[in-house]
């Protein structure tokens, strides 16, 4: 089993950043990969972003290319998403997930955090 702890969310303006962090309990093989999604009210859960442990290779959804940047740090265990340039759309529970394989469809990952939701004001 691997744990995932999310947090770094808020209520931040428009226009604004954040760092969301995912802590994981441990890296095997069975977590080769940490996904970010996010859903929002009344909508389904959709994919962020995605990076592998090993090579650090990425992956986003083009809602996100350029305002958010995904990065690891395999000492801690620990992944970030750090989002700039916030829209009120971007308001949603943030989870993060981990798996064997790096992908955006959420049925690729096996362990999934708690959530931290981020709201973005207008």
């Known amino acids: 089993q691997v744990q995932l702890v999310e947090s770094g969310g808020g209520l931040v303006q428009a226009g604004g950043s954040l760092r969301l962090s995912c802590e994981a309990s441990?890296?095997?093989?069975?977590?080769?990969?940490v996904g970010w999604f996010r859903q929002a009210a009344g909508k389904e859960r959709e994919f962020v972003a995605s990076?592998?442990?090993?090579?650090?290779?990425?992956n986003y959804a083009d809602s996100v290319k350029g305002r958010f940047t995904i990065s690891r740090n395999n000492a801690k265990n620990t992944v970030y998403l750090q989002m700039n340039s916030l829209k009120p759309e971007d308001t949603a529970i943030y989870y993060c997930?981990?798996?064997?394989?790096?992908?955006?469809?959420?049925?690729?990952?096996?362990?999934w955090g708690q959530g931290t939701q981020v709201t973005v004001s207008s």
């Open positions: 997930a981990s798996g064997a394989y790096s992908g955006s469809a959420s049925n690729q990952y096996d362990y």
């Open positions: 441990r890296r095997t093989v069975t977590n080769y990969a």
């Open positions: 990076i592998t442990w090993s090579f650090g290779n990425t």
